[in-house]
Each structure stands twice: as C-alpha cells, then as structure tokens.
C-alpha cells in the first residue's frame, strides 16, 4: 500500500498435514497468499478498516470486527506481549479462498504479525512470531496446530508437531520436485471436518501411519524418490475425508497416471495436491482439473517448487 505509514506483509498459502503428517507437517506454496498491511495509530487496540476477497470487492463473508478476524486477533497478541505504543490499523486483502484447505486463516494470521512487527522499535525474530500467529490460527480452527501457519511463516516444508512447539524444524527437499495444487471451487469448515474425525485409530494404521511420516521425511532429506513415493500416504485421516470431495477418488487416480509421486487432500480438503518431478507438474496439474471439470466443478491450480519462500515484507516501488 502506498497510503502513508503502512507496510505490507504477504503470506503464502501452504498444505496442510502433507498426507503423513497430521497436525504436524506443512508445505508453504508460490504465487497465492495473503496480504495485510499495518500502521500504528494513536488508541489503543487494533482496529480492520478495510478487507478485501480475492476479485478486490469488499469480503463478503470476514468480519471486521477484531475479535473475529485472525489477523487482528494475531497482530494484537504480538502487540500487547511486545508493548507496541498505541494501536494499530490494518487492511487485509484475501488472496486464498476461504474454507479451501488452503491456509487461508493461517496467512492472514501470518501476514499480519509480519507487518505488525515491522512497527516495533525493536522487531522480533521470525521464529519468535509463530506463537503470535498461532493465537489467529486457533480462533479460526478450533484447536491448536501449526502445519499451515509454520509453512506459511518459514517457507518449505515444516515438521511442527504440537508437543515441540514453539520449535519447527525446516526439512531439506529434493531437487526438482513440485507441488501441484488444485482448488474445486468448493467450501469445507475445518472446525466441522476436525470434529468428524475418529478419535481412535488401530495399532496397525497408527505403525503403518508412523512408517509413512519417517520415511517420507528420509526420503525428502536423502533425495530418495522412490521412498517418498512409497511412503506419500495417509491410512488414517484420508479414508475419512475422501468422501467430502467426490471426485477425490478420481483425481487422486489421475496424477498418479500422469506420473505423480503421491496424491492427497490438502488439509481437510476439498484442495487437492500432488507431488511430482518439475516437468511433470503441468500435465499432473491439468490432469487433475479435467477430472473437476468434468465433475461439474471449475478450479485453479498452483505449481511450487517445495522450497517456496514464507511470509516476508512488501518493498513499496
């Protein structure tokens, strides 16, 4: 923004659980993700004079009211804790649809503690902001996880269980692979899809489950394709999510033809992401699409390397 006194964060969207990893592992993604800008004002508080959805009309469905919008809600933990001097004002503008498994709570969340910490006279750390963020991320889903918000902030693949929080730790990727995302133009309320989830798995699902997140995260760390592909797979939270997206089943088959190392839902869906060599990404990607299409439901799709950037400041031209 050019309006005197602002700076502007951007935040990516990001993948949650990546399929082995519930609640505990996160992709940051390129090209999409949320806006807020901040500046200080004389009374205390935090206030939101403007949201805006994704086409730049006024958002018809998030609250202006701070103690609704995960962007007041973390800007303005970061800034009692920080002792800021007045208030803030803040202008979000959406990037990510919203209910998408896409992060779309997350960024906003993350873009704001980002611009809100540039106003400090003494900014914070990157890693000392999570904890900010988390508090908008919460109000939003329900409960406490950082596997879109850690994404988001730090870029790349995060593993963030909530028993080490606030320590997340970056793990290296392979060389050329991608993430392919593609949104059907559908809604699905992670709070309502967290509550319909099994409480209880089987030992065998829980072994098989832990098999799945150690090997993926080996074979991301050793470049080992092969073993990523084996072990990019969800026994536990996916056989009861896929029936909310009822083309899941196709499109999963889909890029798994067009060459994909693995197929899931993002987060609790209905966004869907595969992984894949660079060169096969647009032909996953539009492979994907066709099946949405031909279900009925249009789409957009994302192509990431996974070692996307995470959230950092604006540069005015």
Known sequence: MNEEGFVTA????????????????????????DFVSARRRPAQGVVVSDVRAPDGEPHPDLSMQPERNTAAIAAAALWRSAGG?????????????????????????????????????????AQE??????????????SLHADNV??????????????????????????????????PQLRID???????????????????QQACLAGFILGCQRDDLELVARSLRDVVIEPQ??????????????????????????????????LCSAALAPQVAAAMEEVCRSSGVECESWLSPMDSPGAHLQVEE
């Open 10 to 33: 951007f935040a990516p969207a990001s993948i949650g659980n990546v399929a082995v990893g519930f609640d505990m592992l996160g992709l940051a993604l390129q090209g999409v993700g």
């Open 85 to 125: 001097r007045g208030g803030l004002e803040l202008v979000v503008r959406k990037g990510i649809p919203l209910q998408s498994g896409m992060g779309s709570s997350a960024a906003s969340a993350v873009a704001a503690v980002v611009a809100a910490n540039a106003l400090l006279e003494a900014p914070l750390q």
């Open 129 to 142: 902001l999570l904890q900010f963020a988390l508090e908008g991320e919460k109000s939003a889903s329900g």
């Open 150 to 183: 850690a994404p988001s902030l730090f870029g790349g693949l995060v593993f963030c269980p909530t028993g080490l929080l606030p320590r997340c730790v970056n793990v290296a990727t392979p060389r050329g692979l991608n993430s392919v995302l593609v949104h």
């Open 190 to 208: 992670t709070a309502t899809a967290r509550r319909h989830l099994a409480q209880s798995c089987t030992m065998t699902q829980w072994l098989t």
């Open 241 to 274: 999510r896929a029936a909310s997206v009822a083309f899941f089943p196709d499109a999963k088959g889909a890029a798994l033809q067009a060459g994909a190392l693995g197929c899931s839902l993002s987060g609790s869906g209905p966004s869907m992401f595969a």
